[in-house]
């Protein structure tokens, strides 16, 4: 049970850290033009990445660890 949950937990955290390499092509245009001063665009990118890779390595740290508890212990499940 254990296992099932970790591997679900390990998709769905690949699949948020892989949100911010899919980009559309008007993004891409924000992203990479030049304005006065700075790019608020991209401030604001960089900072969602940030926090979608931390929520992305959480849930894939603790789908592995699910994963290892139910190896070591396959009694509990």
Not at 12 to 33: C, W
Not at 38 to 64: S, V
């Amino acid at each position: 049970m254990f296992s099932i949950i970790g591997l679900i937990l390990g998709i769905v955290g690949t699949i948020v850290m892989a949100q911010g390499l899919l980009l559309d092509d008007e993004t891409i245009d924000r992203l990479s033009g030049t304005y006065f001063g700075a790019n608020p665009h991209l401030k604001k990118k960089l900072k969602r990445d940030r926090r979608d890779t931390a929520i992305g390595l959480i849930l894939l740290w603790t789908g592995f660890v699910l994963q290892f508890i139910d190896e070591l212990f396959p009694f509990l499940t």
